[in-house]
């Protein structure tokens, strides 16, 4: 056989010649493919890592010594559910416990131990459980961080707080809790009591808002998001006007049935299980504590979460989402749910910005809405 090598390198030359032009052609035809491939991730905004005051427990992580340690000593144990990066622990270690009032409270009537929720240290729970701090948060259902659990002398939960308090409304938290069984009634309604000076005094609408009567049991395959509220309260006016406020929570927030109730009125509610109940009574029932919380029940009337706390823009939007979506079916953890959201947005060359209230997700510093 004869091999002709000048032969070979001139159809070589005009296959590379070919491919060249398919190549050309495809970028052409779908530019942005070609584009993305070449897209920088976008910026990842508003973490904060925070170190924790001197004055934190140093604990075994054995929670029924430190009960009782705490006890012995005329305090409470508190555990303080954390990870990095968390802008709402920072919040309450420097907005909170930087108050020299708080943080003389803190030191003198509890002993506070931090938990990393996706640590791995072994923890001896109360009745003597094993766990490791990660599987403890899950077992508890910690989804926001912070977290804090407040236990009396009997080793019992006697407050929660999910998500990040406010200065004022943690005083009350630490008010009411240090009062123990002097307490003449629920936290909620210590809690209605605070100074709410400069607050809108109505309840704040929604066009999305279902008119009374309120029958939540109605059929409807749409998650059922149930918001109480109270007049002269603050946070339920910052959820209102500056974060439900922004397109990519209002469009979430639009896609549910959502019902807003008074939580001190007697207005009458038919229960997503058929019964009915003063709006008092059902947000009692519920151990609703904080003024705004969102109750998001599923189309069979079970709950499947809560906003409880004072969540900014993207939280909150991210929380509408994984209720719309049904995401706790497959990911039981909100945490790791956000996270990869978030990293999903970005790898399209958003910026995310989860401290925002303005810019949650964003692209040259101009808002971006994803549906």
């Not at 791995?120 to 926001?144: I, M, P, S």
């Not at 607050?199 to 149930?226: C, G, I, K, M, Y």
């Not at 549910?256 to 109940?277: A, E, H, K, N």
């Amino acid at each position: 056989m004869i091999f002709d090598r000048a032969g070979s390198g001139s159809v070589m030359k005009s296959m590379a010649i070919m491919l060249a032009g398919l190549l050309t052609l495809g970028a052409l035809a779908n530019p942005l493919a070609h584009a993305e491939s070449e897209q920088p991730v976008g910026a990842f905004l508003g973490a904060v890592d925070t170190e924790h005051p001197g004055w934190f427990k140093e604990s075994f992580l054995d929670f029924e010594k430190d009960i009782q340690e705490a006890a012995a000593e005329g305090r409470r144990l508190v555990l303080y559910f954390w990870q990095t990066g968390c802008p709402y622990c920072n919040a309450l270690i420097e907005h909170n416990f930087a108050q020299r009032d708080i943080a003389e409270t803190m030191q003198s009537d509890f002993d506070l131990v931090a938990v990393n929720m996706w640590g791995d240290r072994e923890v001896v729970q109360v009745g003597g459980r094993t766990f490791t701090e990660k599987t403890l948060a899950a077992a508890l259902r910690v989804n926001y961080t912070p977290t804090l659990l407040f236990f009396d002398e009997a080793r019992q939960v006697i407050l929660r707080l999910n998500g990040y308090y406010p200065p004022d409304a943690f005083r009350a938290a630490l008010a009411w809790t240090r009062a123990g069984s002097e307490n003449d009634g629920a936290f909620s309604e210590y809690l209605a009591t605070a100074d709410k000076d400069g607050a809108n005094p109505e309840l704040n609408p929604q066009p999305f808002f279902e008119a009374a009567p309120h029958d939540l049991s109605s059929t409807d395959e749409r998650p059922l998001a149930v918001y109480f509220e109270q007049p002269n309260c603050r946070q339920c006016d910052t959820l209102h006007q500056k974060v439900l406020i922004h397109e990519i929570a209002r469009t979430q927030a639009e896609k549910m049935r959502s019902v807003q109730i008074g939580m001190w009125s007697d207005t009458p509610v038919i229960t997503p299980d058929g019964r009915p109940l003063a709006a008092r009574a059902f947000a009692r029932e519920l151990n609703v504590q904080f003024a705004p919380t969102v109750v998001f029940f599923d189309a069979a009337g079970q709950e499947v979460m809560r906003l409880d706390g004072a969540f900014r823009t993207f939280h909150t939007q991210g929380i509408l989402r994984y209720v719309n979506n049904k995401a706790y079916l497959e990911q039981p953890s909100f945490q790791r749910y956000l996270g990869n959201l978030a990293e999903h947005w970005r790898e399209q060359g958003l910026d995310v910005d989860i401290w925002s209230y303005d810019l949650p997700v964003s692209r040259n510093g101009e808002m971006v809405v994803v549906h």
